[in-house]
């Protein structure tokens, strides 16, 4: 059987960042922990910069070519669905490397 913990960094659905952890209810060891945001502060700054004339877009675009690879961001959209991705997201991994079967409870 599997434990879902499930954290945000805010309370409703303002949150920028969210996450979910897998644990087995037999052992306790948690079997994967997945991380979600639509922030990046590199990108927030940039982006301000952007808008204050401060770089021209240009250069915005060269620097977020070189930037995207490691950018944090890796949900778009509402905060409504973050843990419907990261569960889903979790869920999969922990069946395809664990080869578990679910209990619901």
């Known amino acids: 059987m599997l434990i879902w913990l ?4 805010s309370k409703g659905w303002s949150a920028r960042d969210g996450v979910v952890a897998a644990i087995s209810a037999d052992t306790g060891k948690v079997l994967d922990v997945r991380f979600k945001t639509n922030s ?11 808008k204050g004339d401060e770089v021209t877009r240009m ?12 950018c944090y ?6 905060s ?5 991705f990261l569960f889903i997201d979790s869920s999969t991994a922990v069946e ?9 409870s």
């Open 80 to 84: 409504q669905v973050f843990f419907q």
């Open 73 to 78: 961001i890796n949900h778009e959209g509402s």
């Open 96 to 104: 395809l490397d664990l080869d578990l079967v679910y209990e619901y």
């Open 59 to 70: 250069e915005f675009l060269e620097w977020y070519l070189k930037h995207e690879p490691n």
């Open 40 to 50: 990046c502060p590199q990108c927030t700054e940039m982006e301000n910069k952007r």
């Open 6 to 9: 499930l954290s945000w960094s």
